[in-house]
């Protein structure tokens, strides 16, 4: 499975991102799906994350009311749209694949990673 993230860029505080990540290889279908970011000088965490059929989703604290994470099985594409940016939320931004059957927030539960998209939010 191959993971291509894009969307990122510049923002002012409070604007907003939709990131996207395309996928190729493997049944994208079966596979839930999650976002991570990784600040400069700390560890990757998660940020959100949606099952197989879009059933259910989980996010990160800090991402709950701001951040939605969605997916389109028949385009193989999973989305992150961010909203009221914060300094905070500067960060690299890397889709993940978990092949497992449950959703998870643990990085280490993930099995392919894309190559990340950098998010950077300044005045």
């Known amino acids: 499975v191959q993971l291509q993230a894009s969307g990122g860029g510049l923002v002012q505080p409070g604007g907003s991102l939709r990131l996207s990540c395309a996928a190729s290889?493997?049944?994208?279908?079966?596979?839930?799906m999650g976002w991570f970011r990784q600040a400069p000088g700390k560890e990757r965490e998660f940020v959100a994350g949606?099952?197989?059929?879009?059933?259910?989703?989980s996010y990160a604290n800090f991402a709950k009311g701001r951040f939605t994470i969605s997916r389109d099985n028949g385009k193989m594409a999973v989305y992150l749209q961010m909203n009221t940016l914060k300094s905070d939320d500067t960060a690299v931004y890397y889709c993940?694949?978990?092949?497992?059957?449950?959703?998870?927030?643990?990085?280490?539960?993930?099995?392919?990673w894309g190559q990340g998209t950098q998010v950077t939010v300044s005045s």
């Open positions: 993940a694949v978990r092949r497992y059957y449950n959703l998870s927030n643990s990085t280490g539960a993930y099995d392919y």
């Open positions: 290889g493997g049944s994208f279908s079966s596979y839930n």
């Open positions: 949606i099952s197989r059929s879009s059933a259910s989703t």
